[in-house]
Every structure is written in C-alpha cells, then in structure tokens.
C-alpha cells in the first residue's frame, strides 16, 4: 500500500515538474489591466493584395504612468510579426503608422501592444482579398457611385506616410484634401507613383490647392487660364457622346508630359514617372455627374499603369516583381569555408595515442616521481590549447550574398533594395547595420515563395537601423530591407546640342562608379569608372551597330564587358550570370511590357545602405533615368523610335520587340521617349524586320495622320527601310501610329524601329 502512494507521489511530482518546464520553455501570453487603450484602423476597409504590405493606423491612449511598448502586427497563420517601439506619456496618445506584409492569404491581422512579455491591449483587423486591378482609393467625393474605389472617400489622415503602405493600390484619385500633406505623405506618394502607381488629380476650383501640395516631380501641367474642353477624348474612352459644352482649366504640360486630345484644350494630361504615372484633370470630377457615360469613362481611365504577374499574385508596384525576378541570382552564394575539424582531430588522435602513453611511460620510469594529478593536467590544458587554437585559426564557416538596388527618384531622394542572404555552418548571431532606417521582411528565394522565407527572428522592428540576425547551423536565412536614401549627388543630362545628343555625366557623389553606362533600348555608350569629382561627356553615335533581337539588356551590357575583357577571370561564369539577372531585374523585370530608358547603369565600388564592410559578396547598382533636354534641330538616329507595348493591342514577338501580323492588319505604336514628346517631325525613317524574309516584299503598309484621322498609304519601294516626308502630322505627343498587313495565312513576327529629325520648340 505504502509502495503504492509513493509510486503515486512520484507521478505527481513528475508530472508538475513537466508542467512547470513547459511553461518555463512556452509561456502563455499574460494579459494586464493597464490604462493603455488601442484603436486600429486600415484606410483600405481591409482590402489587401498578397505580396505587399497592408497599412494600419493605430492610436494609443494611456491613462496610466508612462510606459514604452512595442505594437506588433502579424498576419493569421503566419509567424512573422512586425513591430515598433512607441513611448506613450501619462495621459498622452501616440498615433503611429505599422505595416505588415502580407506572404499568403491571411483572414485578419492581429495588431498588440505589449511592455515586459504583458499584453497591454489587443486588436484583430479581419482582411478581404481584393484583386489587384480593383485595389483603387480616392482622397475626396468619389465621382462614381459603384464600387469603382475600394474605400469610398478617404481623409488625408488617412493616408500613410510610406510608400509601402501605398503598395497595395493600384490607382489613387486625389480630388478634394481636407487638410494639406504632411512632407512624408509627399514623398510616399512620390516613391509609389515612380514604382508604378497611377495617380489621378482633378481640376476645377481645387486643382490649384492639389496641385502645390504634390511634390514638383508629380506636377504634370501649368494652369494657364480657362478653357471650353475637347470633349472627344471622354466620348472615345467611355464611348458615349458628351453632348454638353465642358468648361475646365488651360492646361500646359511640363517637359515630359503629353496633353490628351486638342493641344491647345486638352481635358487631361498624361505624364509619365519612372515606371508609374501622373493623370492631370483639366475638369472637376463633378462636372461629369449628368453625363450617361460617367461611370464607364471613370473606370477606362482609372486603370493601372503596371500589373506584374509574380508566383503568389499579380501587383502594381515593380519592387515585387524585381524581386521575384532577382531570385535566380539570390541563389549564387559563395563557397562556404568549411572549419579543418578533420586536421584537429586527427592532430588530437595523435596526440592522444603517442604524447599521452609517452608521459605515462616517464612515469612508470622515473618511479612515480611525476604524481598522476599534473600528468592529467598537462594532458588537458595541452588539449584544450590545440582546440583552442585550431578554433582560431579555422576559416570562418559563414558565406552571405548582398545585392542592393538603389533607384533614384529625384535629385533630393531614391528609394533601395538591399536582399541579403545568409549561410553559416556554426551557429552564429549575425548583425546587419543599415545607413537609413529600413523595413524588413523575410525573403524566400526557392521555387517555392513559402520555403526558406520565415527563418528569420521575430519580431521584425520597423525603421531600423540594426537586426541581429541568429544563424542555425546549415539553414539559408534571407531578408530584404527597404529604405528611402537622400539622392546620391550623380547627375546624368542628355542635352540637344548641334542637332544630336550629348550626354553629360557628373559624379559628385562618395562613391565610385564602376563600368558605367548610359543604355536606350538596345544602344549602349560606355563611360568606364567615374570617380568621386570626375565629369564625362560624350556624343551620341549616328549609327549603331545591330544589337542580337532577343537580347536582354543585362546580356548586351555583360556581354559587352566581356567581350572587352573588364570582368574578372575569377568565377566569371558566377558573376556573368549574377550580373545579367540583376540588370534585368532591375530595368526589365517585366518582359511583356519593354521600356527601354533612357538610363544609366552603374555599379558601385561600395554600398551606401551599410555602414560596415560585409563578409561574403556584395554587389551594388545604380539605376536612373536620365533627362533630355534642350531645344532646337535634333536628328535622332533609327532606334529612338521603339515600339510601345502598353499601347498596342497586337500580340508580341521577338523578345516584345516586334509583334505578330497575319491576314488582318496589325497596328504598331512607336514612341519617342517622354522628355521628347514635343518634338515636331519633319521626316521619319522606318527599319522593318521580319522572321520571315520573304515577308518583307508582301508587306502593305499604314501610316496614321492625326490632323485628318484617317490612315495614309505610304508608298515605299522597300517596305523594310522606308521614310515619311513632311511627317508633322504622323507624329503627335511623340507617338508614331503604323499598321502593317500582308497577304499570308501563318502570322509573321516584324521588328519595327525608328529615327526622326525634327525641331523641338
């Protein structure tokens, strides 16, 4: 009996120790009653697209003694949490902006807020996945009365302060502001249209207020008086006539910009930055509101300017698809050193078989005059010094990968990049420093978009400087930070000069720039190294030599560095291959829709994004758009006139350069680059070229006169080089209208390029 209770007592007594480990290795959460108070809120009535980051706005209030929390917010099913530390003083309220990215279908987002391991308050924000070309948010009255705009009317307090928490959008109508933008609204705004965003801004009475609270980057007109409207445009894009007389501002678009219908009256004006786009209404929304095609004509316009299909998605915003398309290169890391353990402990088994019995013998000989004590003694401090020292002078079994994208928006900000990622042999705390405050999120860089992408510590703060990351013993480990920079002080002008271009490049900046180019579609010019202080000049080549069609534009600049004997013999099939990738993902990570530049390219002797010298690879590039400026006679040769795939509705070929014709005509628009959308042609030259040569003799071919909207024959003894005289009126806001058509059953894939000579007033 007594064996019994005992046996019983035992049981218990190992069962609460088991409780109480358990609860010391997994606490539970524990839950205060503080005077701390939570209100969330997420302007987009929490819609959300995967793969970007969802914004909340939350407001803490605390009626108790100050107190310094962290707000975390983690998506449902997802063990990432993303957070920030806020300091909340006795009867003070703190409103902050937290965002979380959102890797897989989530049904809510838990947002907490807690101080020493105690939850203080607690919310859950339910989500709604919302496609992503219907991810559309209007600041003001909505000028529709469907669901056209995801959340209805928005505040300006409603609208984040990051271009992050804008990623999720596709379209943003700016038509009322209840208060001016803060300078951070400002720049988030910039940083999101130039990423891909489509930003409309109405007219009437409120356009001046609109537009001095936009950065001047986004300003796509001067309001020059007022005007009775073209109404055309409006009837073609809902395809309803507008009967009534619309009476709006004179607009006049900025260098860059083209005016949408009359010139002299344009109802909108079109502007193209970075890879996004600015709408400028010249009417106020509410002048639309008796017309039968308001609906129709709002939807038309309110599309988005990018949609980049990615594994887990579509998005409107570039930086995903970057990414996805930068994953083949994340995945050349270096060789790993691996520690000589073997060396050790065969050194070690020496030691052990020889020295040891060695002394032992001594001590048999010498009569035990050695006591056994300092023999063991000698043996272990002996052991442990060669440990000691084969640990110290073992290579570090540690290999990382850094590749940083820094774009640069305008001369006062870019926006950067940085994916790292990290392979250790030996567990090991790696800190990673950032120059500018970064938002983290986990990076998977597998076929599969949920493999290695949540080994990172939790939580992930926000608008860091500084993560530590803890490396397990063979487990890949990946992050990508983003970060807002001050402009690097590098200027790149292509200036019209004696009737060609001259490209000026002045480095200002710290750093050097290696292997430095300046690349339109498939024309390179090639300035070498540029140190800090140094200026290049060069004249744009009349002639160029014919580029492979189905190049890419990292395969002709690494070819060309190649071929030239400037990469070095060190893995160079390494680094071909990483250098390729990275170029397009960084300038043409969407294949279907080319935009050929201008840029420059660079690479960086440094990384300005870290303060330290990272072990492993590092590899920095610089991306800008170069400004064409200047006025007068200006011969462009053929190849400035490229075919623009966001406007042709044919299918392409070749790499998108050409497209695919058959029975029925196929119409191709060519497009000078924005900066030259004034220019007035006086000839045209036209390089065609097919796959099939026998093509090119059947071809028939099509010019559009804008002045008459009617198309034109052209004649031309050879279809595949021809020229248009007297072309003022083929070319309008920089755009060349052709269709081509031919007598074959099979479609045949033609290659269009172009060269003008003309004014710019």
Known sequence: MMIGRLRLAILVLYATLSLHIIQWVWPSPTYAQSGVSLEVFTPFAGQYVVGEWLPVRATLRNAGATITATITGSPADDPAQYARVIRIPTGGQETIWLYVWIRQPARAVTITVSANNVILAQQELPLLLRPTDRMRAVLGESPV?????????????????????????????????????????????????????????????????????????????????????????????????????????????????????????????????????????AFSPDSLNTWAGRDLFWSALAQPVLLAQTTIGSSAQLTSRQIEALRPALSILPAIDIPVFGQSFLALTIYALVVIPFLIGIWWWRHRVLPVTILFLVAVISSGSSLWWANANAAPAYTSLRLTLIEQIDNRQAIANSALVMLSAMPRTETVSFTSPAFLRPLSIGADPNGDAMVLNNPLFQETTQIAVQLA????????????????????????????????????????????????????????????????????????????????????????????????????????????????????????????GPFLIAWLDR?????????????????????????????????????????????????????????AAGDVHLRLPADLAQLQAETIQVHVKTVDPLADRQLVIQAYNWQTANWSPVTATDPTRFTIASAAAYLRNGELRLRFSNSFDQPTCIIVTGGVQGVVP
């Open 607 to 663: 990384d300005p994004t870290t303060s330290t010298i990272p072990d492993g690879w590092s590899e920095t590039l610089l991306v800008m758009r170069p400004h064409i400026v200047g006025q007068g006679q200006l011969i462009l040769p053929v190849g400035w006139l490229r075919i623009d795939p966001k406007s042709t509705q044919t299918t392409s070929c070749s790499n998108d350069n050409g497209i695919l014709i058959s029975n």
């Open 473 to 596: 013993p063979w487990e890949r480990q990946s992050l990508l930070a983003s970060m807002v920079l001050p402009a690097l002080p590098v200027q790149a002008t292509l200036v019209i000069d004696q009737e060609r271009l001259r490209v000026d490049l002045q480095n200002d900046s710290s750093v050097t720039l290696r292997d430095t180019y300046i690349m339109y579609g498939d024309q390179l010019i090639f300035f070498g190294t540029l140190r800090p202080g140094a200026r290049s000049v060069a004249r744009w080549p009349a002639v160029f030599a014919e580029a492979p069609v189905n190049a890419s534009p990292g395969q002709l600049i690494v070819n060309d560095l190649r071929e030239n004997g400037l990469l070095p013999n060190r893995n160079i099939e390494q680094l071909v291959s990483l250098r390729t990738t990275f170029i397009d993902a960084a300038v043409r990570p969407v294949s279907e829709r080319f935009d050929p």
């Open 145 to 281: 009365s469907g669901d056209l705009f995801a959340t209805g009317s928005l505040q300006v307090a409603d609208l984040p302060d990051h271009a992050l928490g804008l990623s999720n959008l596709s379209v943003l109508a700016l038509f009322e502001l209840s208060e001016p933008l803060s300078p951070s609204q400002q720049s988030a705004l910039l940083a999101w249209v130039h990423n891909g965003g489509h930003l409309i801004v109405g007219g009437g009475p409120d356009a001046i207020t609109l537009q001095t609270n936009l950065p001047s980057t986004l300003q796509a007109a001067q309001i020059a008086g007022v005007a009775a409207l073209d109404r055309q445009p409006l009837a073609d894009l809902a395809e309803v006539a507008f009967p009534n007389p619309l009476i709006g501002l004179k607009l006049q678009p900025v260098n860059g910009a083209y005016a949408i219908g009359n010139p002299t009256a344009p109802p909108w004006i079109e502007y193209p930055v970075g890879h996004g786009r600015v709408t400028q209404l």
